[in-house]
Structure formats: structure tokens, C-alpha cells
């Protein structure tokens, strides 16, 4: 019970200094708007010179659909603590975690958690106005289970995202300047995991490989479940994807971790 | 009894703890609340030289070179000490106190902290002691401070009775109450570094290590942190080990000062008798009647000032009182002082001494 509260107490802390910069959070949300045009535009031109009604499998509308899904989606699961994490290597934060009875992976993962409750929560709010917006546009289906799965997946995925760059964020116990790295890593993350378009227009070969790596079940694997564009059972499997890679994750950033705080311990903060 | 294992690479790490263990299990009665032997801590770093061509030359070589941050320090604390740890800049202190709180792993030799081996990094080590970084702050940037106090009661896991009376009490010692509420971000760094004192101290700590803390404040935050660090040692015979670079600091508070010149142990021993490591002379003052001419005074002792009527000579401890009474018998002398060199002198000349002295003779 005691034990637990110091995390609690953390999750607190993420909320209230997501709180304070609301502002910033607001502005981001604007910003995920304009890709949104873009991709209108972009697909509008590609469907009118298309042979077929359907580009890769999606029809105008359901394209339309998915670009606004995974928009929100990539908002919903992006982390933002890796230049903290990098500072706190950089500059000695560590420290403190070291020299007190609190571990730094709970920490940080407390403090996403509660950085990112209201986050979701707002954005769940958006994501719902907008399947009911696309409902009555473009005709999605929806599906009540889908929704309440949709949720499930979602949580799974900013877990996963939490813990593939947190492990990312390990590179600075080697090197110093991050940013370039940190951009690319990013951007790489997004596009395959199905940020900007579906992972289907990189062909067959690449789709296979995307199917088994994680990032594809950060944001195309939810907006395809609730696009309808997968069946029970492959939402089943996706979902056991999903908490395999989770595991797997946790290990992997356990030991890269490990290994960087040897590293630490031995040249100092 | 347990050999010294001189690590070189990580991979013997295991080996060396497992030593270290039996050691304290071994030699547990009697000690000192800490205890440093033979600590060792080397850095590795890469050598470049100046310019675009050595800078290229080194994307394909580089040199690898060893610096000797701590060489091989001894020294015992007791229980209650309030113990000044000096030297010059880059000299190695704060590399020893990060070993004693464990943030560091030593090359070579043993620390022990209240019986805990620092770098094991044991739950109820880090539950009795705290380390404050001047120069780092340890408080939650956009939060206010009583937030961050709350946090480190869960941290601490301390009872709600406790973690009030001693919050209360160091507020009242430090004057704090009217800040708690402010975000740390738009606090002054005097009011900063006090909030950080207390965030340190709020589970009662048994040790505390303190690296800079006054520094950049201004001398009267300087000397309220002295007070309540002076009040603190005293009522809760809390061991204090302080660094500082302001002798005032280390004169109000510490009879006893460590002080390390290039990693190694320069002088452990009463701050009063610094200088009689090594100085065999005093300071005289002269004042006289009528102006003395300055060859009759320089062979009685070195000239340090010469102010017509007031004169200061820096003389031989040996055949002093034959020199005194010469002087009085010669001169005209109204008033004179003896005195020993002070004893910022006597550090500044440890500091400034390229090799350390031996052990032996530091002790």
C-alpha cells in the first residue's frame, strides 16, 4: 500500500505539469489538423488519376478515413519525455534516482501515465466526434465493440510506444547530441507504423516484415480495427501481438538500460 | 581478511562486490561511521589536440588516456562529526562523494557508509542518508517545493506524523513558509538552495553529504544556511560532510577538514593546525614610535607590509623569542602582535602544492 503511493503521488505530478502547459497541448492538437489537409488533397489527386475505384485496397473515403484516424492516433500514442530522459543522463538527474529509494523506469512510466491521462482522455473525446463526423460524411460503420476494443488497443499501444522510446532514449548514456537521431526516430516510427498511409502501399515483402515488428500495432492496428478492416480473429491475434511485443519491449529496454547505467555508474554524472 | 582486487573492467564488477561484502561482515565491530580505504577512482578520456587536422585524426585514432581522479584516500568519520572536505577545483571531491553515496562505482578499495557499502545501492542505505549538489537541483522545476517535499515522503515511505513535524520544524529553521506554495522555477537561488535543504533532510537523514551548498548565494544566505546546518549537526548528531569553497563556511562549522590536492589525501586533521604541517613561521605585527628604515626590520624576518609605523614580519618559529627581544631592545616599539599564519594560507598552500604529501605524513 505505502509502496505504491510514491507512484501514485507520481502520476499526480504527470498530471498536474501536463496542466500547466496545456496551452502547448492545445496547440499540438491544431497541429495534427494540417497533415490531415495535405493528405486530402494528396489522395484527392491520386484516386482522380487512378485506373480502379479502389488505391491500395481503400476506396476515396475510407482513405480519407484513415488518414484522419491515424492522425489522431499517432497524437494519441506519441511520448515526448526523451529529451528529458537524455537531459537527466546528460546532466546528472540521475542522481537523484540513485541515491533514493525510488526506481527510475516506475518513475518515468508513472509520470507518462499521468502526463498522458488527460491527453487521452481529451483525445478519445476527439477521436469520437470524429468517427461520428466520418459516420456521416464518408459512411463508416460503427461498430459499438469496435469502439470499446479500439480503447483496449489504444492503452496497449501508448504502452508500447512508452517503452520503445524509452529505450530509444538509452542512446544517451552514448552519445551527447540526440536531436537528429531522436527526429529520425520519430519520423521512421511513424511512417511504419502507418502514421501517414497504410503500411499496404510498401508492398508485400515489406508488409511482412512491418507485421512482425511492433510499430504497425501502435497506430494502423487500432484504426484498422475500428475502420472494420479486420475481422475478430485478426483482432485477437493483433491483440496477442501486441502483449508478446510488450514483454518483449520491456526486456529489451531493461537490458539496454542496465547496460547504459554500468556505463553511467563508471564515468559519472 | 579480504585482498584488494584492482578492477580494471566491468566485467570483474561482481567479483569485487562479493569481496567487499565479506569484508564488512568480517570487520563490522568497531568501525567508524565511515569509513574510506584505499578508494580509488580513475576516468578514462580521450586525448585531442588542437585543430581541423588532429580533429580529423582523431575520427581514426584516438588516444586513450587515464586521469586519476582519487587516488587511494583514507579516512574514518565518526558519529556527529562535522567534517569539511577540501581542495582545489577538479582536486576530486565531489568524485568521492558521488563513490560515498553510491552514484559512482570506485577503481579500486572499500567505502562504508553506517556499515552499507554505498555503490550496492541498498534500500535502507538510501533510506538514512542524503547528498545535496549545490550546483543540482533535486526539487520538481514547475512544481511548487511543498509538492515536492510531499513526494519525497512517499519516496521515503515516512509516517504522515513525521514527515509533518519535521517539515515543520525545518521550515521554521529556515524561514521558509510563506514560499512553499511558489513554483521552484521562480524562486531565488538562495531560496532554491534552502528548499533543497530541506527536500534532503526530510527523512531524517543520518549522513548527509553536502557538496557546495552556498554556492552563488549571497553572505547572508550564506551564513543563515551555516546556522541551520550548525543547529541541525548539533540536535540530531547528524554527520555532516561539506565541501565548500567559502573558508567562512568551513571555519563556523567544521573542527575537522579532509583535504585532497589531485586526487590524493593532502591533510586530515584539526582546521587549527593546518599550517602546523608545514609552516615554521609567524606572523609578527610591529607598531612604532618613529619610522624605522626597512633594512633594519628585514633581517629579523621576511617583509609581508611596510607602513612606516606599522610593520608585519613574517618570522621563524625557531629563536623567535631571541629575535623578539632583540627588536624590543632596539627599536622603538609601542605595541606588537604575534600570530599564526591564517589558516586560509596554510590550505591555499596545500592547493597549490603539485604533489600530495604521502600518507604517513598526512596523518
Redesign the interface.
Known amino acids: 500500500m505505502k509502496k505504491q503511493n510514491k507512484y501514485i503521488e507520481t502520476v499526480k505530478i504527470g498530471i498536474q505539469s501536463s496542466m500547466a502547459y496545456r496551452m502547448n497541448f492545445f496547440l499540438s492538437l491544431l497541429s495534427t489538423a494540417f497533415p490531415i489537409f495535405i493528405q486530402f488533397f494528396l489522395w484527392r489527386a491520386v484516386f482522380e488519376h487512378a485506373t480502379s475505384e479502389t488505391v491500395y485496397g481503400y476506396t476515396f473515403p475510407q482513405m480519407l478515413t484513415y488518414a484522419v484516424l491515424s492522425a489522431i492516433t499517432t497524437k494519441l500514442v506519441s511520448t515526448g519525455f526523451e529529451y528529458e530522459i537524455v537531459g537527466d543522463i546528460k546532466d546528472g538527474g540521475l542522481n537523484k534516482f540513485i541515491v533514493r529509494p525510488i526506481g527510475y523506469f516506475p518513475y518515468r512510466a508513472s509520470c507518462f501515465l499521468g502526463e498522458k491521462i488527460m491527453q487521452l482522455i481529451i483525445m478519445l473525446v476527439v477521436t469520437i466526434g470524429a468517427i461520428m463526423g466520418i459516420h456521416y460524411i464518408w459512411g463508416l460503420i460503427i461498430v459499438p465493440i469496435r469502439v470499446v476494443l479500439f480503447i483496449v488497443t489504444i492503452l496497449l499501444a501508448v504502452y508500447m510506444n512508452f517503452l520503445i522510446f524509452y529505450a530509444i532514449s538509452a542512446v544517451g548514456f552514448w552519445l551527447t547530441e540526440v536531436a537528429a537521431l531522436f527526429e529520425c526516430a520519430r519520423i521512421l516510427a511513424i511512417i511504419v507504423s502507418g502514421g501517414i498511409f497504410p503500411t499496404d502501399i510498401f508492398g508485400d515483402k515489406i508488409c511482412k516484415i512491418l507485421n512482425v515488428l511492433p510499430f504497425k500495432y501502435t497506430t494502423q492496428y487500432p484504426v484498422d480495427l475500428l475502420n472494420n478492416r479486420l475481422s475478430y480473429s485478426e483482432i485477437g491475434q493483433g491483440m496477442l501481438i501486441q502483449i508478446v511485443w510488450i514483454i518483449l519491449l520491456m526486456l529489451i529496454a531493461q537490458s539496454i538500460w542496465r547496460i547504459g547505467m554500468k556505463k553511467y555508474v563508471a564515468v559519472g554524472g | 581478511m579480504c585482498t584488494r582486487v584492482n578492477r580494471r573492467d ?1 566485467s570483474t ?1 561482481t567479483v569485487v562486490r562479493i569481496n567487499l561484502s565479506r569484508c564488512i561482515k568480517e570487520e563490522e565491530i568497531g568501525l567508524a561511521l565511515i569509513h574510506v580505504e584505499g578508494l580509488s577512482k580513475q ?2 578520456y580521450y586525448k585531442k589536440e588542437l585543430g581541423l587536422r588532429n580533429s580529423i585524426k582523431n575520427l581514426y585514432h584516438r588516444e586513450r588516456l587515464i586521469k586519476d581522479a582519487v587516488c587511494n584516500i583514507n579516512f574514518d568519520i565518526e558519529e556527529g562529526e562535522f567534517v569539511g572536505f577540501l581542495g582545489p577545483n577538479g582536486a576530486g571531491k565531489t ?1 568521492t562523494l ?1 563513490m560515498l ?5 570506485p577503481t579500486a578499495g572499500k567505502a562504508e557508509v553506517m556499515g552499507y557499502v554505498p ?1 550496492e ?1 541498498k ?1 535502507e542505505f ?2 538514512q ?3 545535496v ?1 549545490g550546483q ?1 537541483n ?1 526539487l ?1 522545476w ?2 511548487p517545493a511543498h ?1 515536492s517535499f ?3 515522503k ?4 515516512l509516517e504522515d506524523k513525521a514527515y509533518q513535524e519535521t517539515l515543520d520544524e525545518l521550515v521554521d529553521l529556515l524561514d521558509v513558509k510563506d514560499l512553499l506554495g511558489v513554483q521552484v522555477r521562480r524562486l531565488s537561488l538562495g531560496e532554491r538552495m534552502k528548499m533543497e535543504l530541506i527536500a534532503a533532510l526530510i527523512h531524517r537523514p543520518k549522513v548527509i553529504l553536502l557538496d557546495e551548498p552556498t554556492i552563488g548565494l549571497d553572505i547572508i544566505s550564506q551564513k543563515k544556511i551555516r546556522e541551520f546546518l550548525k543547529i541541525y549537526n548539533k540536535e540530531k548528531k547528524a554527520t555532516i560532510l561539506l565541501t565548500s569553497h567559502y573558508m567562512n563556511d568551513i571555519e563556523d562549522l567544521c573542527r575537522r577538514v579532509v583535504i585532497i590536492n589531485q586526487g590524493k589525501l593532502a591533510y586530515d586533521g584539526d582546521l587549527s593546525h593546518v599550517n602546523d604541517l608545514f609552516s615554521q613561521s609567524k606572523i609578527v605585527k610591529l607598531n612604532f614610535e618613529e619610522v624605522v628604515a626597512e633594512k633594519a626590520l628585514t633581517k629579523f624576518g621576511t617583509m609581508k607590509s611596510y607602513e612606516g609605523l606599522s610593520v608585519t614580519l613574517e618570522m621563524d618559529k625557531q629563536n623567535l623569542k631571541e629575535k623578539l627581544k632583540q627588536i624590543l631592545e632596539v627599536l622603538p616599539i609601542v605595541d606588537f602582535t604575534i600570530e599564526d599564519i591564517p589558516v586560509e594560507e596554510g590550505i591555499a598552500y596545500l592547493y597549490q602544492k603539485k604533489e600530495g604529501m604521502p600518507d604517513e605524513e598526512a596523518k
Not at chain 2, 101 to 105: A, D, E, H, Q, V
Not at chain 2, 154 to 157: G, H
Open positions: 566491468d564488477n576516468f578514462e568524485t558521488k553515496s553510491g552514484i559512482l562505482y555503490w545501492r534500500k538510501k533510506k542518508f542524503s547528498i549538489m543540482k533535486q520538481w514547475d512544481l509538492d510531499y513526494l519525497n512517499c519516496i521515503y515511505e
